[in-house]
């Protein structure tokens, strides 16, 4: 008795998929919304792949652990560490390789009489060598207002003979 009242005053009681609610209207809507979740998508990932900070780590053993922001200078013993520029650069490993990646510009000052003043440029995994102190590169991170972490060890110098 319902459905005759329903079918009379043109009423029908069927589920209508959401994407067909009508011929066009329903699949634009559809196509708007897919759209917009796709760029939003897109955004996100830009948003946060944005805020990366390019790091290499090459994970040493001993010494001791320092970590210097770019522009500041770290004290180990009479060893003074300036991290004087972070870049990304074309540079040799130690295998003869050609590689791309972060370089970490150090200066190294050791207080003395003479007093000794050097700049090295290093990537991570390198060790450097000056006067009783063997410093190595452990990792960069960032370039602009980066850092680097250093393992430092006081090593032994050989008498001259």
Known sequence: MENA????????????????????GGVIFMKYVFLS???????????FAGGCVPVEKVPGSGGEVIQIKQGNVGTFH??????????KADYVDEAGAKKQGLI????????????????????????IIMDKYSVYL???????????????EEISKSPAR
């Open 78 to 87: 009479e060893l003074r560490l300036g991290v004087t520029n972070i870049i």
């Open 104 to 127: 970490a510009v150090l200066t190294l000052f050791i207080d003395g009489n003479p007093p000794q003043e050097k700049d090295f440029k290093v990537h991570a995994g390198q060790k």
């Open 5 to 24: 009242a329903n079918k009379k005053i043109g009423i029908i009681n069927r589920t209508v998929p959401f994407i067909f609610l009508s011929q066009t």
């Open 138 to 152: 452990e990792e960069i991170r960032g370039t602009t207002k980066g850092l680097v972490t250093l393992r430092i």
């Open 37 to 47: 979740a796709l760029f939003f998508a897109a955004g996100a990932v830009l948003f």
